[in-house]
């Protein structure tokens, strides 16, 4: 099932990038989900995670990996830990010289994710229960940020921890009717913004979040 998804995303240019590919067959996604869904691991959807959270589904992991432009060596900070899932495949890009620090605002989700991680063998992911709307300053700057919840717009925190040359990725618009991929890149301390496609993700909470009723 693993090698129907790699055929698949091959057949139609999904993904293109050798060690994009390589990442996704090296961790293994079995350990990141519940184990009531583990037959379901490869299958091309997002799946329940504890919380009321999701763990996304592989084409919008790998795509958003890809569109990332990791380097060997780089330092990502991740909002929204959920599973561990797609910060174990950004630990494989950056390989044991980079880093990736990972926030999640649900403490079950912590446990659930640093578990995952370990079982998986993976030793260069921190996993960091915060509000990560707020980035994370003790860490700064980041070559790489990814945000993984939808953003009501990409929080002022995080593009002041980007580094010059960084560059951003996360989805921005409405929780109901989905939201756009933006990737900001900060050149000359200037941020040129792109649109990547649509998306549904759950809800960023926190200080620059969505607010809750
Ligand atoms: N990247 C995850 C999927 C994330 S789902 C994976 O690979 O499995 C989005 C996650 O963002 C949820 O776990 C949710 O609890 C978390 N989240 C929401 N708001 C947050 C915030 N302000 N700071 C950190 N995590 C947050």
Redesign the pocket.
């Known amino acids: 099932m693993k090698e129907e998804l790699i055929s698949y995303w091959k057949t139609y240019g999904v993904i293109r990038d050798k060690d994009v590919l390589q990442a996704f067959k090296d961790v293994p996604r079995e350990n990141?989900v519940p184990e009531k869904f583990a037959d379901q691991a490869y299958i091309d959807s997002p799946l329940p995670?504890a919380?009321?959270?999701?763990?996304?589904q592989p084409s919008t992991?790998m795509v958003m990996t890809e569109e990332l432009k990791v380097k060997t060596g780089q330092k990502i900070l991740?909002?929204?830990?959920?599973?561990?899932?797609?910060?174990?495949?950004l630990s494989k890009l950056v390989g044991s010289k980079g880093k990736v620090v990972?926030?999640?605002?649900?403490l079950e989700?912590v446990d659930f994710?640093r578990k995952n991680l370990e079982r998986s063998g993976i030793e260069n992911v921190e996993v960091i229960e915060?509000?990560?709307?707020?980035g994370y300053e003790k860490e700064a700057p980041y070559d790489r940020i990814?945000i993984?919840?939808a953003c009501p717009k990409i929080p002022e925190p995080l593009i002041k921890q980007l580094k010059n040359g960084g560059i951003l990725l996360g989805p921005v618009g409405s929780i109901l009717r989905g939201q756009e991929m933006i990737r900001i890149t900060k050149k000359d301390d200037e941020l040129k913004e792109e649109i990547l496609g649509e998306f549904l993700?759950?809800?960023?909470?926190?200080?620059?979040?969505f607010k809750e009723k």
């Not at 919380?51 to 996304?56: A, E, P, R, V």
């Open positions: 990141f995670i919380g009321g959270q999701t763990i996304s992991v991740e909002v929204g830990t959920g599973s561990g899932y797609q910060a174990a495949i990972s926030t999640e605002i649900v989700l994710a915060h509000d990560g709307s707020l990814i993984t919840a993700f759950v809800p960023l909470r926190g200080k620059h979040g």
